[in-house]
């Protein structure tokens, strides 16, 4: 999977900085699919590869995952300096809306188009990540385990958390440590290499 | 609150940091125990409202800490709701939320990655990197379906879930702007339709 390099990078760290502010604005229900969709598609600064590399040691760490994700991609571009702007993209225009909501909140909640709006939205974003999990699972067919094994984790993961209501702890350390004992062996072996 | 408590709330959210593992919504059923139960610092209401707002704006979903940091500020001024003293003990009950929950999770991130940078070609990282790739994916799904669930019962709402499946090839086979679709989804919302 190395051959997806990124095309592009950050030339500012102010640029940086509007990136994740317009990322995390039109982030409702969760800001990931619109980083795939900023970062890899737009803007060509991380791979499909790299992303999903990135995302899965932002999951791992502690602390909430979009915000490793900033922090790291931050990080790699233009130290600490860069870290901060990412985060801080992420945090400080959402947040004074937000804040903005919440004042508001008493006036708007008893409408009833309020209401459904929300839960348009609602269907809108859960649509949104799906969708992105599907682009993801399509640019892993070249992965080592080979496309039928990354369909069986993937299930395996969605499975234990849906159906079996298991904490994601269990899987990222049982499940995704099997998947990484089984990817570092075909490696090893030289298996797509 | 004396200065004591909100040492005592510093100190609180600089240990729950670490424990984020999944995401900072799993974080809130500890919240809930201490900040409404134990301090009363806020009530049932303002706690839940927190939640439900901040998942409906944009942005990442750990905003809801600051919010409670900032509604437990405006309960700690008391009746001078509006006033400068209240907006002020609202800012700092936001700084030391939001503060308190990032600050020791990130400083691990950033170390853990940059070592991990500097080892990118070591064997167990490459494997780490892309074995959890299908859980990313995985995940990503449960997610999905839990958001979907959230809105409404397939058996009541069809027309809902109709939407979340359109929507979900939109994205997948095109590259529509996201803003685009999600005001649709607002609108047919609004007006009922779905």
Known sequence: MTAGRAASSPRTVLELFWAFSWLSLQGFGGVLAVVQRELVEKRGWLSNEEFVEDWAVAQVMPGPNVCNLALMFGDRHFGWRGAAAALGGLLALPLVLLLTAATVYGQLAGHAAAAGALRGMGAVAAGLIAGTSLKLLAQLRRHPLGLALVVAVAAGAFSGLVLLHLPLIAIVFGLGGAACVLTGWRLRRGVNS | ?194
């Not at chain 2, 301090?39 to 439900?52: P, R």
């Not at chain 2, 919010?67 to 700690?76: C, E, K, M, S, V």
């Not at chain 2, 209240?86 to 503060?99: E, I, P, Y």
């Open chain 2, 1 to 194: 609150m004396s200065l004591l408590d909100w040492l005592h709330l510093l100190l609180y959210q600089l240990s729950l940091s670490l424990l984020a593992v999944g995401g900072a919504v799993t974080l809130a059923p500890d919240l809930h125990r201490y900040l409404v139960n134990g301090q009363g610092w806020l009530s049932e209401a303002q706690f839940t409202a927190s939640i439900t707002l901040a998942q409906a704006a944009p942005g990442p979903n750990m905003l809801f800490v600051a919010l409670l940091g900032w509604n437990l500020g405006l309960n700690a001024a008391g009746t001078g709701a509006g006033t400068v003293w209240s907006l002020a003990l609202a800012v700092l009950g936001m700084a030391v939320c939001t503060v308190g929950i990032l600050a020791p999770s990130s400083l691990l991130t950033l170390l853990a990655t940059r070592w991990g940078h500097r080892h990118r070609e070591r064997l167990s990282v490459r494997a780490f990197r892309q074995g959890m790739a299908p859980i990313v994916v995985g995940v990503l799904l449960s997610t999905a379906w839990l958001l979907a669930r959230a809105s409404g019962d397939w058996t009541r709402d069809g027309r809902l879930w109709l939407l979340t499946a359109v929507v979900t090839l939109v994205v997948w086979r095109t590259r529509m702007h996201l803003l685009w679709l999600l005001a649709g989804g607002a609108v047919l919302g609004g007006l009922g339709w779905v």
